[in-house]
């Protein structure tokens, strides 16, 4: 550090703008702010985004916050900046949609100008109050030059669905990407106005890192960007504690550069305490030939003998003559036709809060319909043995997987409907042989497959995609584990010993 440089007029701009953060919430409309997906960052949580920027040592930056908020992201930039680095000039383009916020941000930024020039930096500064993506077109045709592109780009975006003919979801096709929520519309954008080598920084939902819904984004991302790093948090909770945002997230940063095959993983509980750090090849993050380019995020757990096992599987659910389809009944599109009764003409409604132990329980007071009208044959199926798997789970529950068996000894209706927070394993439509159910259950509900789907995917969500891509032994092998199994499922221990007895017998793929 030079001798000139003070870092307590550094650290009191990190306090105040904290100050402005929780004030500036506190004045925030809580129905517009959740519409809007407006949740400033904590400076603790600020200070570790910027942290995750590859920068080269250089006199000059441009800084480019496209959700600047009160400017927490910008002042954790520019303090990392001024301690590492000689930077002796930063220009900052800060763009905040909601005028309210205006007067935070300028003082942030105004002090932020006195304490650089304490430290021998002159800031210059531009507070644009607009939509990012409104603005989008002026930012580019201003700084997309290679002569003044951005050097920097820091950001916690709004999250949000985004229509399907929405003026945002246009402009991100007319860029050459379809973007269907706001922060992957937000990154798009923001890597086009990135200069060659330079570095971007965000705090985002992990839900992009796998799932159809994201496949042109990820194909985006990893074509304009290097992925250098990436940080997990264990606890959704932590990040925005004073927010009640429960969505998990990660950081993610990355150079405008060719992919040069080194990933960093780190983990930590929250944004304070001490990191898990691994280094990976980048053909370990997204696999060779994957077509749905799906950013697995190992743990450290991925040179486990289960994963390992997971891995050389050669079976998916297709191979062995089986589809998965979300559950068919909508249940707010079709409340007329559900009723708690199971009166002769109606045929079981089975939903995730019908699952106990491995198997379907019906009917159950759950304060769900358990019933549905025959008459909606094209959201039935017949009453035969299916294999469903929970399609949301909580970040705190055992399993993410959570698979059971719906018995059709239950009813002697002739056909049942599964709600859609529900996935159905089934053959054309068709039900499954006993054992092939059974061992299906014993093996989604097996920590080897917990393991593997906490490991590699992004979700508390199990999207059938998800399950498409997962493999699986043979269907022979699913048998033997399944023959005469009661369905009801016993302790995790003896699923487990049934799991790995098979599959240590070398009989796999038998």
């Avoid at 210059?124 to 989008?136: A, E, H, K, P, W």
């Avoid at 979300?326 to 002769?344: A, H, P, Q």
């Avoid at 906490?454 to 043979?474: E, I």
């Avoid at 005469?484 to 007895?501: A, C, F, M, R, V």
């Amino acid at each position: 550090m030079e001798q000139s440089m003070k870092p307590s007029t550094l650290s009191l701009v990190l306090s105040n703008t904290e100050q402005r953060r929780q004030e500036a919430t506190k004045s925030l409309n809580s129905i517009t702010q959740k519409s809007d997906g407006q949740f400033f960052t904590p400076m603790a949580l600020a200070q570790l985004i910027a942290s995750t920027l590859e920068v080269s040592p250089q006199k000059s930056f441009r800084i480019l916050d496209p959700g600047a908020g009160v400017g927490s992201l910008t002042v954790a930039l520019v303090n990392r900046l001024l301690i590492e680095n000689q930077t002796r000039d930063i220009e900052i383009i800060a763009v905040e949609k909601d005028v309210s916020v205006i007067p935070f941000l300028e003082k942030t930024l105004k002090e932020l100008v006195k304490s650089a020039l304490a430290n021998n930096c002159k800031i210059n500064f531009q507070i644009i109050n607009g939509d990012f993506f409104s603005l989008f077109t002026t930012l580019d045709n201003n700084y997309r030059g290679e002569d003044i592109p951005f050097d920097l780009i820091i950001m916690n975006p709004p999250y949000g669905k985004i229509g399907n003919q929405s003026p945002e979801r246009i402009l991100c096709r007319n860029f050459g990407v379809d973007c269907s929520n706001l922060y992957s519309g937000f990154v798009a954008l923001a890597t086009r106005l990135l200069k060659k080598g330079g570095a971007i920084a965000a705090i985002t939902p992990r839900s992009f890192m796998n799932g159809p819904y994201f496949l042109d984004f990820r194909k985006d991302l990893l074509k304009h960007l290097d992925l250098t790093r990436i940080h997990l948090f264990d606890s959704r909770s932590s990040l925005f504690a004073d927010t009640g945002v429960l969505q998990e997230n990660v950081i993610f940063s990355g150079i405008k550069q060719p992919q040069r095959g080194k990933v960093v993983v780190t983990t930590s509980k929250d944004h304070e305490t001490n990191f898990l750090t691994n280094t990976y090849n980048f053909e370990q993050i997204v696999l060779p030939g994957d077509s749905q380019m799906f950013i697995r995020l190992p743990s450290g757990d991925e040179t486990n003998g289960d994963i390992k096992i997971m891995e050389s599987l050669p079976f998916t659910l297709e191979d062995l003559g089986l589809t998965v389809s979300t559950g068919r009944v909508v249940d707010f599109r079709v409340k007329e036709f559900l009723s708690l009764s199971t009166e002769v003409g109606r045929v079981p409604l089975i939903y995730p809060g019908n699952f106990a132990g491995g198997v379907v329980e019906w009917p159950l007071e759950i304060k769900k319909p358990q019933s549905i009208s025959k008459d909606l044959n094209a959201l039935l199926l017949p009453n035969e043995m299916f294999v469903l798997i929970k399609r949301f789970s909580s970040k705190e529950e055992r399993r993410r997987i959570v698979a059971a068996v719906w018995n059709p000894e239950q009813s002697s209706a002739e056909f049942v409907g599964f709600e859609n927070h529900l996935n159905v394993i089934h053959s054309n439509n068709l039900g499954l042989p006993k054992d092939l159910a059974t061992g299906l259950s014993y093996w989604l509900n097996s920590s080897m497959v917990d393991k593997y789907f906490r490991v590699f995917s992004g979700h508390t969500q199990v999207n059938a995609t998800d399950l498409r891509s997962m493999k699986f032994p043979s269907k022979s092998v699913l048998e033997k584990i399944g023959k005469g199994k009661s369905l009801l499922l016993p302790s995790q221990e003896s699923i487990d010993n049934e799991i790995n007895k098979h599959l240590t017998e070398k009989i796999a793929v038998a």
